[in-house]
């Protein structure tokens, strides 16, 4: 079983709708969550980080964390096409060093 | 602030050759952590560095190594280079709180080609 598992996608929204991005993760210890975008060709950015189970809000971004699920969500409301990118879903394993895992990814495409 | 950067961009070597890609950390930051990432898949752990020693290390041989200096920039050194190496080189830098994850945040990239 993979550590962290997403949808690679591709996910395609229309502009102005509600895209809703999902992880789960095998680790129960873990206790932070991030969530990354990538833009083809470029290094990942932190969009995100959650590490309480709930809602977290900024701007037009929401992360979910449901922790006896093992379930991390990114949710981007009124996306626009500058949105499209790769989103990684990112645990830390404090066991080894404080890493993060990442899953592979889920291709976002928002059309206009 | 300063962010993250890495050196060189781009980087071409052959099989069997040496390199040593660079990473400047975000100032305020003391910890670097390593990640390779193959097209397609997500950033894979090498190892992380703090106050100067290894930090934990993921699934890679011994062929890759790496160093942090006093000023917190790194270096990560593979030797014996194979064409599966081929992948861009991701520096995380982070500043190191105890009992919580530390946000990462990373440099450019270094993209290698193995021929």
């Known amino acids: 079983q993979k550590e962290v598992e997403q949808n690679s996608g591709p996910l395609s929204v229309p502009e102005g709708a509600i895209a809703s991005l999902n992880c789960t993760y095998s680790?129960?210890?873990?206790?932070?969550f991030f969530w990354y975008r990538q833009y083809s060709g470029k290094s990942p950015e932190l969009i995100m980080s959650i590490y309480s189970n709930g809602d977290k809000e900024d701007g037009r971004f929401t992360a979910q964390l449901n922790k006896a699920s093992q379930y991390v969500s990114l949710l981007i409301r009124d996306s626009q096409p500058s949105d499209s990118a790769t989103y990684l879903c990112?645990?830390?394993?404090?066991?080894?060093?404080?890493?993060?895992?990442f899953g592979a990814g889920t291709i976002l495409r928002v059309k206009s | 602030e300063t962010g993250v950067t890495q050196s060189p961009t781009h980087l071409i070597k052959t099989r069997g050759q040496q390199v040593t890609l660079r990473c400047s950390s975000q100032?305020?930051?003391?910890?670097v952590s390593w990640y390779q990432q193959a097209l397609g898949q997500g950033p894979q752990f090498i190892f992380q560095?703090?106050?100067?020693?290894?930090?934990g290390r993921g699934n890679f041989p011994p062929r890759f190594s790496g160093l942090q200096f006093p000023n917190y920039s790194s270096e990560l050194n593979v030797n014996a280079l194979e064409l599966d190496d081929s992948a861009l080189y991701l520096c995380?830098?982070?500043?190191?709180?105890?009992?919580?994850?530390?946000?990462?945040?990373f440099g450019p990239g270094t993209r290698l080609t193995v021929l």
């Open positions: 100032s305020g930051h003391n910890t």
């Open positions: 995380a830098s982070s500043f190191r709180r105890r009992g919580s994850g530390d946000e990462q945040f």
């Open positions: 560095y703090y106050r100067e020693e290894e930090n």
């Open positions: 680790d129960r210890g873990s206790q932070s």
């Open positions: 990112a645990v830390n394993i404090m066991e080894y060093g404080n890493k993060l895992v």
